[in-house]
């Protein structure tokens, strides 16, 4: 499916057109509660709502990283109205609830037109560039979503709407593009396009991310806003890993805000990839093409080897405020058998260029603690 696409400060004017485009009457509107207004998007969009005469009905009542029982809620109201366009504002949260309240809507009718409007107001998830839908039945995490229905047809990435971010969502966030463009690197679903997206991601994220945490110049926020969206790109072609598979049960379990958890196995993973060989590669491209991955990837993180890269990753880490082993997170040691128990999901792990086995998970869990 085509993706129209519109980037820089102010980019939100945008939807005027889109919304004539699209002859939208009816909204329905997904975000996040507190980020909607704080980010300034709530005075932005419905300005535009209200110049072109739109109707439409909020829906927000979900959690970060959305139960199912949420989106169902959020399908019960969609389904009161005749609805002919949705809106997505906010993180990954909001614009997967919309992307799966499109999906459960059309499943019986899937050639009915209903355009999906995403606007991030984080620079990060990449869901505004992905068909994949997360969510959570339980302390479960579920993955859903169609290349045709999911993808949304719109997207405005205005980094306006992150200047207000809160520095620890920015960091989570923004280690999470990094995590999602380093693991589609390596990932054996790989291909030159995707590879290229995340270079192009990992060299803005690695040149940026700090000063887009750390202060409010407009720059590296809207670099990192671009890294995010290539970031997200790259794994709407190859899915993630190892390293994400690892992070749902940390998030789940223990609250660590999802980017975070992911990125925490991110520099140990590279090294156990790098020591990859015939016996264990799951790569068909074998172990010297994945050998040659992960030394062009230690190259773009811009160190020699992947044991100084952990370390740049980590220092990046604790630069921007994320702690980096999980007792400072205070985890218990012992939790460690939860992690491995519910974060071995066998499609993503599979998707890992090296074998990873529970025995091997378990010895870099314990070197992050």
Request: aromatic share 8%; with cysteine.
């Amino acid at each position: 499916m085509k993706q129209r696409e519109y980037f820089g400060f102010n980019s939100i004017i945008n939807l005027w057109d889109i919304l004539k485009k699209e002859k939208s009457k009816n909204i329905f509107l997904v975000t996040g509660k507190r980020s909607y207004v704080l980010s300034g998007a709530k005075k932005g969009v419905e300005r535009i709502f209200q110049e072109i005469g739109i109707d439409y009905t909020r829906f927000s009542d979900f959690t970060p990283n959305p139960k199912i029982e949420q989106i169902q809620t959020g399908l019960n109201l969609f389904n009161q109205q005749n609805y002919d366009t949705i809106v997505a504002v906010g993180g990954g949260s909001p614009i997967d609830v919309a992307k799966a309240i499109k999906l459960f809507s059309l499943e019986k009718s899937p050639e009915r037109k209903l355009p999906l409007v995403a606007i991030p107001t984080t620079a990060g998830s990449g869901s505004e560039a992905t068909h994949f839908i997360v969510y959570y039945i339980g302390k479960e995490k579920q993955s859903k979503g169609d290349p045709n229905l999911t993808l949304p047809n719109y997207t405005i990435c205005d980094p306006q709407f992150t200047m207000s971010l809160p520095k620890n969502i920015a960091a989570s966030t923004g280690i999470d593009a990094l995590g999602q463009a380093v693991e589609s690197y390596w990932s054996i679903n790989s291909t030159p396009k995707s590879q290229e997206f995340s270079r192009q991601a990992i060299n803005l994220l690695m040149n940026n991310l700090e000063q887009a945490v750390n202060n409010l110049d407009k720059d590296p926020k809207k670099n990192v806003m671009r890294a995010a969206n290539l970031a997200g790109k790259a794994i709407n072609i190859t899915k993630t890993t190892a390293c994400h598979s690892i992070s749902y049960p940390i998030t789940s379990y223990f609250g660590i805000l999802h980017g975070h958890a992911a990125s925490l196995t991110l520099g140990e993973i590279l090294i156990y990839n790098s020591k990859i060989n015939k016996g264990d590669c799951l790569d068909k491209r074998g172990v010297k093409y994945v050998k040659k991955t992960i030394n062009e990837l230690t190259n773009l993180i811009g160190e020699n080897n992947s044991y100084e890269a952990k370390n740049k990753i980590q220092n990046l880490m604790q630069k921007i405020g994320l702690e980096i082993k999980l007792s400072q997170l205070s985890l218990k040691e012992g939790n460690i058998n939860i992690i491995i128990k519910k974060g071995f999901n066998p499609q993503r792990v599979k998707n890992n260029p090296r074998l990873l086995t529970k025995k091997n998970l378990k010895k870099i869990l314990k070197n992050i603690y």
